[in-house]
């Protein structure tokens, strides 16, 4: 008689705590968005990073090396061209806030989709330009994307960006993370010096990305 007893307030109790926990989740209201990754390479990794970091919803950028056939690579091993790396940045962002086709439409008017194996001032294969897609839905959104800017663009020359399977990203040196921040001056100075905004602007009029 005992043990039921006991089992019976073991009961209400467990009862009483489900229903606490589940009123205390409903004044917390939906639970917070989930993040989401996109892998955007375009040029140097420096400005990449420092055009995507003014994105709202975009939460953090990390410059790295994707598309290659060596594991953890160093920047000397890429710059020598023989890794088959490019210089990428992967974008954590918040879907609520920013969606996949919006980080499409800002990565396009961030570069020269023009030139292959090249951006701007930098040339070779690791400053080509590419979207790493992460599954079929970004694949998808990428292809589209591209058939509808091959339509609309305001240049007359082909469109040579890649639309390939992400691989294993690598992240690159620390003194690569936020360069533009921890190193502005020279930052800028080397943006200017490589034509990258002036390019832009021949390429997409209004519509290039602001710096």
């Known amino acids: 008689m005992i043990a039921r007893r006991r089992l019976a307030v073991r009961a209400l109790l467990v009862g009483a705590l489900v229903s606490a926990a589940a009123w205390a989740a409903a004044q917390q209201g939906p639970a917070a968005a989930s993040t989401a990754k996109a892998t955007f390479a375009g040029g140097c990794f420096w400005c990449v990073e420092s055009d995507f ?13 994707t598309g ?12 020598s061209k023989r890794t088959g790396h490019a210089e990428a940045v ?78 294993a990203f690598y992240p690159a040196e ?7 921040k921890k190193n502005p001056v020279r930052y800028q100075y080397y943006r200017l010096a490589c034509g990258r905004d002036a390019r832009l602007k021949q390429l997409w009029g209004d519509k290039a990305a602001a710096h």
């Open 53 to 65: 970091d003014k994105v709202p919803g975009v939460l953090s950028t990390t410059s790295g090396y």
């Open 174 to 180: 620390e003194y690569h993370q936020d360069y533009y």
């Open 68 to 79: 290659g056939t060596v594991a953890n690579p160093s920047y000397e091993q890429v710059s």
């Open 90 to 167: 992967q974008i954590v962002y918040d879907p609520s806030k920013v969606s996949y086709e919006q980080l499409l439409d800002r990565y396009w008017h961030s570069i020269d989709p023009t030139t292959k194996d090249a951006q701007f001032c930098d040339h070779g294969s690791p400053y080509r330009t590419a979207i790493f897609t992460l599954d079929a839905a970004q694949a998808k959104a990428a292809q589209e994307s591209l058939a509808a800017l091959q339509k609309s663009k305001p240049f007359k020359e082909p469109i040579v960006t890649e639309i390939v399977p992400a691989g």
